[in-house]
T-cell receptor
Framework: ETGVTQTPRHLVMGMTNKKSLKCEQHLGHNAMYWYKQSAKKPLELMFVYNFKEQTENNSVPSRFSPECPNSSHLFLHLHTLQPEDSALYLC??????????????FGPGTRLTVL | GDSVTQMEGPVTLSEEAFLTINCTYTATGYPSLFWYVQYPGEGLQLLLKATKADDKGSNKGFEATYRKETTSFHLEKGSVQVSDSAVYFCALSVPTQGGSEKLVFGKGTKLTVNP
């Protein structure tokens, strides 16, 4: 399998549930990203990892907990979410250089609905 | 701070019409500029990019030229097709503290092409 994959593609959860989103990239990249896409807001960067180290947390609430065990895998652990957290969660990867020419490649996203 | 402003739309065109989606940016330094496209139910796909002033990115009949003097990166296509119906995002890249880069997105422009 090539590119960036995300599972599950759709997820419905209650506010008291704990679930995890998974992202895997097969591009040999070192940087991985989580974005949130809500219906009426611009794409929001949530977290950045480079060489497995978290380098950016964009003031994300602690009910979202990322994990990056290696450069190919990225998880987003969810617990006690709110209905307003319902959104499309997109994962992306990139080489992880600050060359000014790095390109991010996106997965298909996980559509999350919080009841 | 760094930001991207693009025409919000929605834009509705007839097949074979000429398309322009305006994008302007504010940034320190000289970022790379991108257009991403999101088809219904999918993640973002890179459409084209330009990494320095006067560069022209092109792909699938779409073009955009990096204009430093007007801080713009307008997307154009001479003859749109029904299959071009999607949401288009303009973005710029900025470095992160961790040695990678992150994208700053515009709000997106929804394009509908009618037969």
């Amino acid at each position: 399998e090539t590119g960036v994959t995300q599972t599950p593609r759709h997820l419905v959860m209650g506010m008291t549930n704990k679930k995890s989103l998974k992202c895997e990239q097969h591009l040999g990249h070192n940087a991985m990203y989580w974005y949130k896409q809500s219906a009426k807001k611009p794409l929001e960067l949530m977290f950045v990892y480079n060489f497995k180290e978290q380098t950016e947390n964009n003031s994300v609430p602690s009910r979202f907990s990322p994990e990056c065990p290696n450069s190919s895998h990225l998880f987003l652990h969810l617990h006690t979410l709110q209905p307003e957290d319902s959104a499309l969660y997109l994962c992306a990867s990139a080489l992880g250089t600050a060359s000014g020419t790095d390109t991010q490649y996106f997965g298909p996203g996980t559509r999350l609905t919080v009841l | 701070g760094d930001s991207v402003t693009q025409m919000e739309g929605p834009v509705t065109l007839s097949e074979e019409a000429f398309l322009t989606i305006n994008c302007t940016y504010t940034a320190t330094g000289y970022p790379s500029l991108f257009w991403y496209v999101q088809y219904p139910g999918e993640g973002l796909q890179l459409l084209l990019k330009a990494t320095k002033a006067d560069d022209k990115g092109s792909n699938k009949g779409f073009e955009a030229t990096y204009r430093k003097e007007t801080t713009s990166f307008h997307l154009e296509k001479g003859s749109v097709q029904v299959s071009d119906s999607a949401v288009y995002f303009c973005a710029l890249s900025v470095p992160t503290q961790g040695g990678s880069e992150k994208l700053v997105f515009g709000k997106g422009t929804k394009l509908t092409v009618n037969p």
